[in-house]
């Protein structure tokens, strides 16, 4: 018995499978069979009994088999943000890392009943924006195939192959959201800027560092008055055209809050690209074209401008290199505009004045060409062989899928993943059997273990707070040490839904006191540069704010018309007791008692202090650090010399 593979689905009955696992599902052998059995045909042959013929039918219609792996038919679904453990419509405050970590945004926004407030900076919502847009558009061009639904059956699903049978919380996966949740999700946002502090309610303070990682990407300092906080996340130290990573601003910090680290620890972005560049150039030579599925914004400027310099000295003059997005116009001239967001390099630039960007030379050239999508005017200024820079780097949606159909048979042509959150193996597998070469080149600027370990021992945090991911090495590298975090402390993991108590407590608050209330206050000086003063007062609490206030007096009786009675006497108000500070020395307190004639004195150390034992007047006297007490019976006038000698070294406030 053999499998039939069916041919690589068209961009009109594109599947999409959620990257979970980048294992491929073996073929399941009968005995006796001379070739492997189709997984769908297996399933039915299981799923016989539980369900009607009718059913199965059903789910046959979900359900795709592509050489020997299976996948479902239906429009794309987005997985959500987790929305059991918390009310997201209780979060007063979204901070907004980078343009990557906002696209579920709207789903937050316009569906949990969420009224806060969401911080970002401003290339972050603006390229963030474009992304949407594009994500949007794409999911527009997509047939308006019925959704598949049946498999997600909790009985079906555990039935299925993997990665399917896997999959998490798939009845809470949603559709593309439209623009106009887009714009109303996007008009909640709040522009911020580097170092710029934004209180918070009056309890903290939140203010956002450049990242490195990418145009306006950001970590956040989240601080009171006597605690800090640190969220790194998605952070880089290589020179790239973002500003660079601020240091400095994270040390001191309570707790730092580490994620977002390098999904490609082992894979080098500056080896990458040379292979990025030499396969790229390798394939032209033959005749072949290139397509490299991407990202609209991000790696994509560093691609270019490496290939910038790279066209030359390989003889690519003539190749056209084509950028072909919805948004591909506007990512590239935002990238020129947004001068103050880039490294120093790239912004003197702008000064001279010059394109901060090579790519901006490459379009003026014509080496380089944009189009909004590959119908109009692309079609008829194709040529090959060329390199085409498109998205969805998933290979489930977007133009990229039309090249894919066009080149996919020949293996003169040659596909380049160089971004990291898809595996390469789970994108290709709806294509197979595939002709073209394939090549993987991730390109993650993300800081590394290596990296990070050396940043932290910088800044020295008192705790940090990781995935447990990073606490152990990779399954498939467990020998690999160096691909883990090893820090001492050891920092405090935690995994998916899991709930921590930060290890700090807060132990003062800021109190603020007004001016004619601290002109009434007479400090006295306990010790040299240091004073202090007693003070009654009435403390106001409004939005976490503290302030004492002046004691109120009391309102004057309004006059009466009524027989007068006598008046009563106003409440005595005792002035308070004076403060005591100071410490009693030993030896200068033995010696005034021996010159007020007390001689017979047994002294005895303790934890606490000293035990004086008046022998004759049968007295004790416990001298403590903050306190002294005497214990004399029936012996008013001792007790009182003695009080009277213990106040003589302390200071009365």
Not at 56 to 75: H, I, M, P, T, W
Not at 101 to 109: S, V
Not at 226 to 238: P, T, W
Not at 363 to 390: A, M, W
């Given at each position: 018995m053999?499998?039939?593979?069916?041919?690589?689905p068209?961009?009109?009955?594109?599947?999409?499978?959620?990257?979970?696992s980048s294992?491929?599902?073996?073929?399941?052998?009968?005995t006796?069979?001379?070739?492997?059995?189709?997984?769908?045909?297996?399933?039915?042959?299981l799923?016989?009994?539980?369900?009607?013929?009718?059913?199965?039918?059903?789910?046959?219609q979900?359900l795709?088999?592509c050489?020997?792996?299976?996948f479902?038919?239906?429009?794309?679904?987005?997985c959500?943000?987790?929305?059991?453990?918390?009310d997201?419509s209780?979060?007063d405050v979204i901070?907004?890392?980078?343009?990557h970590?906002?696209?579920?945004?709207?789903?937050?926004?316009?569906?949990?009943?969420?009224?806060g407030?969401?911080?970002?900076?401003?290339?972050?919502?603006?390229i963030?924006?474009?992304?949407?847009?594009?994500?949007?558009?794409?999911?527009?061009?997509?047939?308006?195939?019925?959704s598949?639904?049946?498999?997600?059956n909790?009985?079906?699903?555990?039935?299925?192959?993997?990665?399917?049978?896997?999959?998490?919380?798939?009845?809470?996966?949603k559709?593309?959201?439209?623009?106009?949740?887009v714009?109303?999700?996007?008009?909640?946002?709040?522009?911020?800027?580097?170092?710029?502090k934004?209180?918070?309610?009056?309890?903290?303070?939140?203010?956002?560092?450049?990242?490195?990682?990418?145009?306006?990407s950001?970590n956040?300092?989240?601080?009171?008055?006597?605690e800090?906080?640190?969220?790194?996340?998605?952070?880089?130290?290589?020179?790239?055209?973002?500003q660079p990573?601020?240091q400095s601003s994270l040390?001191?910090?309570?707790?730092?809050?580490?994620?977002?680290?390098?999904?490609?620890?082992t894979?080098?972005?500056d080896g990458?690209?040379?292979?990025?560049?030499?396969?790229?150039?390798?394939?032209i030579?033959?005749?072949?074209?290139?397509?490299?599925?991407?990202?609209s914004?991000?790696?994509?400027?560093?691609?270019?401008?490496c290939?910038?310099?790279?066209i030359?000295?390989?003889?690519?003059?003539?190749?056209?290199?084509?950028?072909?997005?919805?948004?591909?116009?506007?990512?590239l001239e935002f990238?020129?505009?947004?001068?103050e967001?880039?490294c120093?390099?790239k912004?003197?630039?702008?000064?001279?004045?010059?394109?901060?960007?090579?790519?901006?030379?490459?379009?003026?050239?014509?080496?380089?060409?944009?189009?909004?999508?590959?119908h109009?005017?692309f079609?008829s200024e194709?040529?090959?062989?060329?390199?085409?820079?498109?998205?969805?780097?998933?290979?489930?949606f977007?133009?990229?899928?039309h090249?894919?159909?066009?080149?996919?048979?020949?293996?003169?042509?040659?596909?380049?993943?160089?971004?990291?959150?898809?595996?390469?193996?789970?994108?290709?597998?709806?294509?197979?059997?595939?002709?073209?070469?394939?090549?993987y080149?991730?390109?993650?600027?993300?800081?590394?273990?290596?990296q990070?370990?050396?940043?932290?021992?910088?800044?020295?945090?008192?705790?940090?707070?990781?995935?447990?991911?990073y606490?152990?090495?990779?399954?498939?590298?467990?020998?690999?040490?160096?691909l883990?975090?090893?820090?001492?402390?050891?920092p405090?993991?935690?995994?998916?839904?899991?709930v921590?108590?930060?290890p700090?407590?807060?132990?003062?608050?800021r109190?603020?006191?007004?001016?004619?209330l601290?002109?009434?206050?007479v400090?006295?000086e306990?010790?040299?540069?240091?004073?202090?003063?007693?003070v009654?007062?009435v403390?106001?609490?409004k939005?976490?704010k503290?302030?004492?206030?002046?004691?109120?007096?009391?309102?004057?009786?309004?006059?009466?018309?009524?027989?007068?009675r006598?008046?009563?006497?106003?409440?005595?108000?005792?002035a308070?007791?004076?403060?005591?500070?100071?410490?009693?020395?030993?030896?200068?307190f033995?010696?005034?008692?021996?010159?007020?004639?007390?001689?017979?004195?047994?002294v005895e150390?303790?934890?606490?202090?000293?035990?004086l034992?008046l022998?004759?007047e049968?007295?004790?006297?416990?001298?403590?650090?903050?306190g002294t007490?005497?214990?004399c019976?029936?012996?008013?006038?001792?007790?009182?010399?003695?009080?009277d000698l213990?106040?003589?070294f302390?200071?009365?406030?």
């Amino acid at each position: 018995m053999s499998s039939s593979s069916n041919p690589p689905p068209s961009c009109w009955t594109v599947d999409w499978t959620p990257p979970l696992s980048s294992t491929s599902c073996p073929f399941l052998w009968c005995t006796g069979s001379i070739g492997p059995v189709s997984p769908v045909r297996m399933w039915m042959c299981l799923m016989r009994g539980y369900r009607s013929e009718e059913t199965l039918s059903v789910f046959v219609q979900e359900l795709k088999e592509c050489a020997g792996r299976v996948f479902v038919d239906s429009q794309p679904e987005f997985c959500l943000p987790e929305r059991e453990l918390l009310d997201l419509s209780t979060v007063d405050v979204i901070l907004v890392s980078n343009y990557h970590c906002m696209m579920a945004l709207p789903y937050i926004t316009e569906h949990t009943g969420f009224t806060g407030t969401v911080y970002a900076t401003e290339p972050t919502l603006q390229i963030g924006r474009l992304l949407m847009e594009e994500l949007v558009n794409f999911m527009e061009r997509v047939p308006k195939a019925q959704s598949a639904t049946c498999w997600k059956n909790k009985e079906i699903q555990r039935m299925l192959p993997g990665p399917l049978k896997d999959a998490v919380d798939v009845w809470t996966w949603k559709r593309s959201y439209s623009m106009q949740e887009v714009n109303s999700a996007l008009s909640k946002v709040q522009l911020v800027g580097y170092s710029q502090k934004v209180e918070l309610f009056g309890a903290v303070q939140v203010s956002p560092l450049s990242s490195g990682y990418s145009l306006g990407s950001s970590n956040w300092i989240i601080q009171s008055h006597h605690e800090k906080v640190s969220y790194v996340s998605g952070s880089s130290l290589l020179t790239t055209h973002p500003q660079p990573m601020d240091q400095s601003s994270l040390k001191n910090s309570d707790v730092l809050i580490l994620t977002g680290l390098t999904q490609m620890p082992t894979a080098n972005p500056d080896g990458m690209l040379g292979e990025f560049c030499s396969n790229l150039a390798m394939t032209i030579r033959a005749g072949g074209n290139v397509l490299v599925p991407c990202y609209s914004s991000g790696v994509i400027y560093d691609l270019l401008e490496c290939l910038y310099q790279f066209i030359d000295s390989a003889n690519l003059g003539t190749t056209p290199f084509y950028f072909i997005s919805p948004i591909a116009n506007s990512s590239l001239e935002f990238s020129q505009i947004f001068a103050e967001w880039l490294c120093h390099n790239k912004q003197s630039k702008v000064y001279l004045p010059e394109p901060p960007f090579p790519h901006a030379e490459l379009i003026q050239t014509n080496k380089l060409k944009h189009y909004s999508s590959i119908h109009g005017d692309f079609s008829s200024e194709f040529r090959q062989p060329c390199v085409v820079f498109t998205g969805h780097p998933s290979l489930r949606f977007g133009d990229v899928v039309h090249f894919m159909e066009l080149w996919g048979k020949s293996s003169l042509n040659t596909i380049i993943f160089t971004e990291p959150d898809f595996s390469y193996l789970d994108a290709l597998a709806p294509y197979q059997p595939l002709a073209m070469k394939c090549v993987y080149c991730p390109i993650d600027t993300r800081l590394n273990f290596h990296q990070v370990s050396k940043l932290l021992k910088e800044v020295q945090p008192l705790h940090v707070v990781c995935p447990e991911q990073y606490t152990q090495p990779p399954q498939s590298q467990s020998h690999r040490s160096d691909l883990m975090l090893e820090l001492h402390p050891p920092p405090m993991p935690y995994r998916r839904c899991s709930v921590l108590s930060l290890p700090f407590r807060r132990r003062y608050e800021r109190v603020y006191i007004l001016p004619e209330l601290a002109n009434s206050l007479v400090p006295s000086e306990i010790k040299p540069g240091v004073s202090l003063a007693t003070v009654s007062a009435v403390l106001h609490s409004k939005d976490n704010k503290h302030t004492l206030h002046s004691v109120p007096k009391p309102p004057p009786a309004p006059p009466s018309k009524k027989r007068k009675r006598v008046p009563e006497e106003p409440p005595v108000l005792l002035a308070p007791k004076p403060l005591l500070s100071g410490a009693v020395p030993l030896e200068a307190f033995l010696a005034t008692l021996q010159k007020h004639g007390i001689t017979e004195v047994k002294v005895e150390e303790t934890a606490d202090g000293h035990i004086l034992h008046l022998q004759a007047e049968d007295t004790l006297i416990q001298l403590e650090e903050d306190g002294t007490h005497i214990v004399c019976d029936n012996n008013e006038p001792l007790r009182t010399t003695l009080r009277d000698l213990v106040l003589r070294f302390l200071q009365k406030l």
